[in-house]
């Protein structure tokens, strides 16, 4: 299986700094990734949806933004004190899925300057 030059999955965590993540987005850009797609999922919706939008300033609006949310089935067996079975407890996790793409190619960018 080949892999692409580049690696567009950014998965957005709590643990990673945000600068952090918009300077690999910025490297990719810069090294002619045509677009990326940043995931988050639970709390860390607000950072992703920060991050495209973060990118979409710097670039003067030349980024597009396509959104798209979902949301999976969580299973957690919670332990009962008094039963050794424990309980299941089903729930739902929200996700977001930012594809930001270039509007302009970017060998035409690199043309103009």
């Given at each position: ?23 690999k ?45 979902s ?39 690199r043309?103009?300057?």
């Open positions: 299986m080949s892999r692409s030059r580049f690696d567009k999955n950014i998965f957005v965590r709590n643990t990673t700094h945000f600068k952090a993540y918009l300077y987005c910025e490297k990719l850009f810069d090294n002619g990734a045509p677009e990326l797609i940043i995931h988050g999922s639970g709390t860390t919706i607000y950072k992703a949806t920060s991050l495209a939008l973060q990118l979409q300033k710097i670039h003067c609006g030349c980024l597009g933004l396509d959104i798209k949310t949301s999976m089935q969580l299973e957690s067996k919670q332990d009962m004190l008094d039963d050794m079975d424990g309980e299941v407890i089903n729930r739902q996790k929200s996700a977001i899925h930012i594809r930001v793409f270039r509007k302009i190619p970017a060998a035409v960018l043309s103009k300057n």
